[in-house]
Antibody, heavy 121, light 113 residues
Framework: EVQLLESGGGLVQPGGSLRLSCAAS????????MSWVRQAQGKGLEWVSV????????DYADSVRGRFTISRDNPKNTLYLQMNSLRAEDTAIYYC??????????????WGQGTLVTVSS | DIVMTQSPDSLAVSLGERATINCKSS????????????LAWHQQKPGQPPKLLIY???TRESGVPDRFSGSGSGTDFTLTISSLQAEDVAVYYC?????????FGQGTKLEIK
């Protein structure tokens, strides 16, 4: 059974940093691309970032480029999102998502439960 | 960037009736070299994470009831629920994965009439 368990969310002041983690199990982690998608309270889904199976290829939404860094540790079956220079508008539930293929131009086929990030003073 | 626009924003349908949700992309998401449309549909029930329903515009994910179907090509796509069930109350999102950013539509809220 595929499982994605996010952690690391919480309350942080504007300008601060957080690192989200996503522990994966139930599938061969190093053969699938992974993404982070966020959702502000009562709003729609916003794609944030993607990383290929090997970690060699990444991309970001313009709204987070230069502030957020996606990475993965394949031996540990874990996906990360390092978030720096956080702003109030980054407040959202952050979902870890598994793709159905190894490459990044692929559909998301499984979502984690999400972790809440709140940026406020 | 490709902009995804769904219609309607909300929809109320009677149990057992057909529900149709449309999604339009600002550029084609059809990749000519493999003739695939890079378009997925996700369902999000209240208080839950999204769930994949359809990918490659018309391929139903394993375990998804066959009352859900996807159609369309290029820039115009449709999600159809042939006979609405109570458990289908949710917000539905289309998403393109043809180019970055992998944008979502704004969502369509489906309710029971």
């Amino acid at each position: 059974e595929v499982q994605l368990l996010e952690s690391g969310g919480g309350l942080v002041q504007p300008g601060g940093s957080l690192r989200l983690s996503c522990a994966a199990s139930g599938f061969t982690f190093n053969t699938y691309a992974m993404s982070w998608v966020r959702q502000a309270q009562g709003k729609g889904l916003e794609w944030v970032s993607v990383i290929s199976d090997s970690g060699a290829s990444t991309d970001y939404a313009d709204s987070v480029r230069g502030r957020f860094t996606i990475s993965r540790d394949n031996p540990k079956n874990t996906l990360y999102l390092q978030m720096n220079s956080l702003r109030a508008e980054d407040t959202a539930i952050y979902y870890c998502a598994k793709h159905g293929c190894s490459g990044t131009r692929c559909y998301i086929n499984f979502w984690g439960q999400g972790t809440l990030v709140t940026v406020s003073s | 960037d490709i902009v995804m626009t769904q219609s309607p924003d909300s929809l109320a349908v009677s149990l057992g009736e057909r529900a149709t949700i449309n999604c339009k992309s600002s550029q084609s998401v059809l990749y000519n070299s493999n003739n695939k449309n890079y378009l997925a549909w996700h369902q999000q029930k209240p208080g839950q994470p999204p769930k994949l329903l359809i990918y490659w515009a018309s391929t139903r994910e394993s375990g998804v009831p066959d009352r859900f179907s996807g159609s369309g090509s290029g820039t115009d796509f449709t999600l159809t629920i042939s006979s609405l069930q109570a458990e289908d109350v949710a917000v539905y999102y289309c998403q393109q994965y043809y180019s970055f950013p992998h944008s979502f539509g704004q969502g369509t809220k489906l309710e029971i009439k």
